[in-house]
């Protein structure tokens, strides 16, 4: 489909271990978001890409999260030495940008839910 | 600081009556104010967006929301709500810089 495509759409691991999540927006959205939503909470903001540049990545918790877009398309989130309250849902979204204005409707994937054991 | 509040964890309404869910916000600048559904098995949809200018906003599946500046509110409404609407509804506020602020969700249930 034409939608922002998110994988794997689960994720089971281990205390400790390192998990890649991938997300695949819609073909032309310059802008690329990643939020987490914990149970029974909102998205929360995690960090937002115009290009292939992390615009504003204030809302990574720690430096175990780390996010790329290097061909300003395809984003992988990282998190390293998982821990148990990493356990969420993450959410991809995108959006397009015309003439560097926000058009205000992000279209968000399915979400990849993490458990960490 | 910037916040979104969803008063109303759970409601449960009759097919075809009324429905009115609260949004309330603070926000230092004049916020873009959104509404999205939640679906289950399904990604967050835009139902609804306030930039600017008319106060009250026309959006998908009939719903609407007035933005009332002077209460800090963003109240979505729909007058006959049907059996597919049951879902989980996020109110947010944002600005030009995308940092969108989420609410923590309100769910809505729908009796036949």
């Known amino acids: 489909g034409a ?27 310059t802008a690329l978001y990643w939020y987490r939503q914990s149970l029974g909470q909102g998205p929360e903001f995690l960090i937002y890409f115009q290009g292939t540049g992390a615009a504003d990545d204030s809302g990574l918790p720690n430096d175990r999260f780390f996010a790329v877009r290097p061909e300003g398309s395809v984003s992988t989130l990282k998190i390293q030495r998982t821990e148990r309250g990493d356990s969420a849902v993450y959410l991809c979204a995108s959006s397009l940008t015309l003439a560097g204005a926000n058009t205000g409707e992000l279209f968000f994937g399915e979400g990849s839910r993490l458990t960490v054991l | 600081a910037q916040s979104v509040t969803q008063p109303d964890i759970h409601i449960t309404v009759s097919e075809g009556a009324s429905l009115e869910l609260r949004c309330n916000y603070s926000y230092g600048a004049t916020p873009y104010l ?19 200018g008319d106060t009250l906003v026309q959006g998908i599946k009939g719903f609407e929301a007035e933005f009332k500046r002077s209460q800090s509110s963003f109240n979505l409404r729909k007058p006959s709500v049907h059996w597919s609407d049951a879902a989980e509804y996020f109110c947010a506020v944002g600005s030009g810089t995308y940092k969108y602020i989420f609410g923590t969700g309100t769910r809505l249930k729908v009796l036949a």
């Open chain 2, 34 to 52: 959104f509404w999205y559904v939640q679906s289950p098995g399904q990604g967050l949809q835009l139902l609804l967006k306030y930039f600017s």
């Open chain 1, 3 to 29: 939608g922002v495509s998110q994988t794997p759409s689960n994720k089971v691991t281990e205390k400790g271990k390192y998990v890649e999540l991938r997300c695949d927006p819609i073909s032309g959205h």
